[in-house]
């Protein structure tokens, strides 16, 4: 699909007639106007394209392509309080002397000048190359990949699984190593930025004066997370899959109750709700379904990589009961995590699942993290564990479940663990496996002696622990019919803006045998 021949959507077809004065019909490698030909484009100041491009939600025939124009990123984006006409194009080489589609996208005042485009009729499980175009000036050349075919089984998907970047607590020096493993897509569960206020004493200092609660703030802080150039790079070669979980807004708040309901009344807590949704929405590559509702989004979606996985994205955050506070309330039947509507909907997209791989992307902890050494548990009540009914009752649905395999940040540690049908019976069924990809930078360096010692006595309680530990980094899976190769990959630093990256384990999860093991 190249050139004249390829298909013409409407937008296209716009786009050849107001090129063809200037370049003939006989479409050169370059079909872009100079600005000079433009009579109508407004005039912008320099630096648009400050946040970079991004892609994600991959279809197998679909891409969302993402882009913000915000020439003074930190200080409300710096756009002129009107809607600017933004080109964007997509082609199958990097030089885009193959372009596939084009056409013209609004940016809006009102969605911050964020421009997602939802591309379709591309090919199946292709590389991808695009940009965009506004005021004269080019936005760097993004890099994207389609989903597999739905009926292909075979080859291999290459994932990176992330969450919990903390920009004061170091520098995202895992996403270098990530971009030189080149995963087919990144799934991103969670903690895209920290709403905590600027401290001193950081290494690199939050932007403003305080805790984000309108939407100016929120937006501020989203692109000062994006101007890391390790992120940003990661960003422009790659799909994401992302969700959120607490930080996006507010630490462990539960639906439409904040962390401390005493210092935010209802109204502003929903107030803070509607700003936080909207700028993630703003700077995230997801679709118009995702556009939020007030105080919601729709975050929860499924998304099908041939007949080789299924990746339910899940939403524990906005349907949540409030957490528990002690033991006995965790165990209280009537809390729910999911809400009536997403479980059914998870159950129903498991149970009926055509893929080899069921994955379930869960912000939070799955499988038990007992905390009491010895006699009795202590489990955290923000995590699965506070959920006990409905946590159980999902760990016996899995059962039935083709290889479930569960993704999940949070814990800003790596905890790889079976996920067993009941944590009070140590010889109950393994159902699944689970992966908590400690974190890119939340938690800073850590002592890894004082991890060790702290931790390390509790493994006796958790025997469905198969590995612990505390580096920064993420994980790297590489998924075929036959089993999931998994890597733990760590750096040795984000202290400083470059690190040493390496694999601190290998592990395995085999088709049709539910667990995982250390290779
Ligand atoms: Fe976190």
Redesign the pocket.
């Known amino acids: 699909m190249t050139g004249a021949s390829g298909p013409v959507s409407p937008d296209r077809r716009r786009f050849l007639t107001a090129g063809a004065a200037v370049l003939g019909a006989a479409a050169s490698a370059q079909l872009w106007l100079p600005a000079t030909a433009r009579a109508t484009e407004t005039p912008l100041p320099d630096g648009v394209f400050s946040l970079g491009v991004t892609s994600g939600d991959p279809l197998p025939d679909g891409i969302v392509l993402w882009t913000r124009l915000a020439p003074d990123p930190l200080n409300g984006g710096g756009m002129p309080d009107t809607t600017v006409s933004v080109e964007w194009e997509i082609a199958e080489d990097e030089r885009f002397r193959k372009p596939v589609r084009r056409g013209v996208a609004q940016a809006r005042p009102e969605l911050g000048h964020s421009v997602h485009v939802d591309v379709r009729r591309l090919r199946p499980g292709r590389t991808y190359w695009y940009r965009f175009r506004a005021g004269g000036q080019l936005s760097p050349t993004g890099r994207t990949r389609t989903a597999p075919h739905p009926h292909s089984s075979g080859g291999r998907l290459r994932m990176a699984l992330a ?2 970047q ?1 920009w004061q607590h170091g520098y995202f020096t895992p996403y270098a190593d990530m971009l030189a493993q080149d995963p087919d897509f990144v799934l991103f569960v ?2 895209y930025i920290y709403e905590s206020r600027p401290s001193a004493t950081a290494l690199r200092r939050h932007e403003g004066t305080d805790e984000p609660y309108t939407l100016v703030q929120y937006r501020n802080r989203y692109a000062q997370y994006r101007t890391d150039p390790d992120l940003a790079a990661m960003h422009a070669n790659a799909p994401w899959v992302v969700t959120f ?1 607490d ?1 996006e807004v507010d630490n462990d708040f539960a639906g439409e109750i904040p962390q401390d309901p005493d210092k935010q009344p209802h109204d502003a807590f929903v107030a803070r709700l509607t700003a936080a949704y909207q700028a993630f929405y703003e700077h995230m590559p997801v679709r118009a379904s995702a556009i939020p509702n007030g105080p919601h989004i729709q975050m929860y979606r499924r998304l099908e990589f041939g007949r080789l996985a299924r990746l339910s994205v899940l939403d524990t955050r906005q349907y949540r009961s409030d957490q528990a506070t002690s033991q006995e309330g965790a165990q209280d039947p009537s809390l729910t995590m999911l809400g009536a509507e997403q479980r059914e909907w998870l159950i129903d997209g498991l149970r009926h699942s055509p893929a080899r791989w069921n994955m379930i992307g869960s912000q939070i902890m799955m499988a038990e993290t007992d905390l009491k050494v010895g006699e009795g548990k202590i489990w955290y009540y923000d995590a699965w564990d506070g959920y006990q009914a409905e946590r159980n009752a999902l760990m016996g649905e899995l059962k039935h479940v083709r290889n479930p395999v569960v993704f999940t ?2 814990r ?1 540690l790596t905890m790889i663990s079976d996920l067993k049908e009941d944590y009070a019976d140590p010889d109950s069924a393994v159902v699944g496996a689970e992966f908590v990809g400690t ?1 890119i930078s ?1 938690n800073g360096d850590q002592d890894q002696d004082a991890f060790h010692r702290e931790w390390d006595p509790r493994v006796p309680d958790n025997p469905h622990w198969k590995l612990l530990d505390a580096h920064r980094g993420y994980h790297l899976f590489d998924i075929r019919r036959d089993g999931i190769d998994a890597q733990v990959r760590i750096v040795d630093t984000v202290r400083q803006p470059t690190a040493t990256p390496s694999t601190l384990a290998r592990l395995r999860v085999e088709a049709g045998q539910p667990g995982v093991e250390v290779v």
């Open positions: 969450s919990c903390n969670g903690d979980d930080h940040g949070d800003h974190s939340s």
